[in-house]
C-alpha cells in the first residue's frame, strides 16, 4: 500500500509491502512532484495547450521571463515585496530636512522629499533659475541608468528638478522666487534598470 511523503504534499512513494513495480513508482513519484514544482514553458501558449492547472501550480514562461502561479481561476505574477524607507535623504547648504519618503516595488521606486529652504531668496527669470543642489538621496533610491525629471512646488512656486545616478537632487526651474523660509515638496516616481 502506497505511503504520503514526509512533507504533507500527498505524493504517493511506494512502500516494501507493495510488489515491486520500478516503473509505477517512478511515474507515481512524477506525477506527484512535477506538478509542484517550477515548470519552464517556452510561451503562455504552450503552456495552456499543456496544462489543466491546479491552484498553487507555477511556471516560468521562457520568452517574457516571467515567473507566474494559478490561483484557482487565472495565472497571475507574484507581486514583489514593498521596500521603503525613511531615513538617509541629506540635505544641501542652505537647505534642511523635513521629512522623507521612499517606496519600492520590484523596479518601481516613488520618492518624496520634504525640504525648507533655510538659504535666501532663488530669483527666478522668466521660469529659469541657477541650478541649485538641494538634497542627496541614498544610494537604494536613485535611478540607475540616466537622470531623471520631477517637479516640485512650495504651495505657491512649481519647477523641475533633475536627480542623477549619483543621487544629487537640483532644482532647475521655478515659476517664481522661491523664498527662504518655505518648504518645498518633491515627489518623483521611475523605473530602475537592475
Known amino acids: 500500500m502506497p505511503t504520503q511523503d514526509d512533507y504533507g504534499q500527498g505524493i504517493s512513494l511506494i512502500s516494501l509491502t507493495d510488489a515491486p513495480d520500478m516503473a509505477k513508482a517512478i511515474a507515481d513519484l512524477a506525477a506527484g512532484v512535477i506538478p509542484r514544482g517550477v515548470m519552464r514553458f517556452a510561451s503562455a501558449s504552450q503552456r495552456g495547450a499543456t496544462l489543466t492547472p491546479v491552484e498553487g501550480m507555477t511556471t516560468w514562461l521562457n520568452d517574457v521571463n516571467r515567473l507566474d502561479i494559478y490561483n484557482g481561476s487565472a ?14 535623504l541629506s540635505a544641501a547648504s542652505g537647505f534642511s530636512v523635513l521629512d522623507f519618503f521612499g517606496y519600492r516595488q520590484g523596479k518601481v521606486t516613488s520618492i518624496d522629499l520634504y525640504l525648507a529652504r533655510t538659504g535666501g531668496k532663488i530669483t527666478a527669470n522668466s521660469g529659469n533659475i541657477a541650478d541649485t543642489v538641494c538634497a542627496t538621496v541614498p544610494s537604494a533610491w536613485r535611478p540607475q541608468h540616466s537622470t531623471i525629471t520631477g517637479c516640485f512646488d512650495n504651495g505657491i512656486v512649481h519647477g523641475g528638478f533633475v536627480i542623477g545616478t549619483d543621487g544629487i537632487v537640483t532644482l532647475r526651474t521655478a515659476t517664481d522666487d522661491i523664498d527662504g523660509g518655505t518648504n518645498l515638496r518633491l515627489h518623483l516616481t521611475f523605473l530602475r534598470t537592475t
Open 75 to 88: 495565472w497571475v505574477t507574484p507581486e514583489p515585496s514593498l521596500a521603503s524607507t525613511t531615513t538617509g
